[in-house]
C-alpha cells in the first residue's frame, strides 16, 4: 500500500507561483501514473494533471499553460507547478497514484493540501 503525503499549499495573491510536491512512502511501481486532482468549494472533485510513467502529460483545460507536473521516480515524488494562479484555483489539492495516464483510475490518495488563492 502506497502513503502520499503532500505539501506545498498556502496563501498566495493571484498572479503568484506555488509548487506543490506529493512523496510516496513506497516504491512508486515503474507502471503506475501519478496525478493531482483538486476540490474547490461547492465544486465536484476534477482531475487537474497527471503523468504516465514514460513523462507523457494531461492536463485540465483550465490549467494548461498555467501548471506543469513531473516525477522523480528515484525519489518517489510528484511535483505540481503552479503559476498565474487565480482565486479559482483555491481547492485542497489532492495526489494520487493512477493505474494509467488515462482512463485515471485512482488506487491511492494522498491527505490533501489546501490551496488559496486571494484576488
Known amino acids: 500500500q502506497v502513503q502520499l503525503v503532500e505539501s506545498g499549499g498556502g496563501l498566495v495573491q493571484a498572479g503568484g507561483s506555488l509548487r506543490l510536491s506529493c512523496a510516496a512512502s513506497?516504491?512508486?511501481?515503474?507502471?503506475?501514473?501519478m496525478a493531482w486532482y483538486r476540490q474547490g468549494p461547492g465544486k465536484p472533485r476534477e482531475l487537474v494533471a497527471g503523468i504516465s510513467t514514460s513523462g507523457s502529460t494531461k492536463y485540465a483545460d483550465s490549467v494548461k499553460g498555467r501548471f506543469t507536473i513531473s516525477r522523480d521516480n528515484a525519489k518517489n515524488t510528484v511535483y505540481l507547478q503552479m503559476n498565474s494562479l487565480k482565486p479559482g484555483d483555491t481547492a485542497v489539492y489532492y495526489c494520487?497514484?493512477?493505474?494509467?495516464?488515462?482512463?485515471?483510475?485512482?488506487?491511492?490518495w494522498g491527505q490533501g493540501t489546501q490551496v488559496t488563492v486571494s484576488s
Open positions: 494520487t497514484v493512477n493505474r494509467a495516464l488515462w482512463p485515471p483510475i485512482v488506487t491511492s
Open positions: 513506497g516504491r512508486i511501481s515503474s507502471f503506475n501514473a
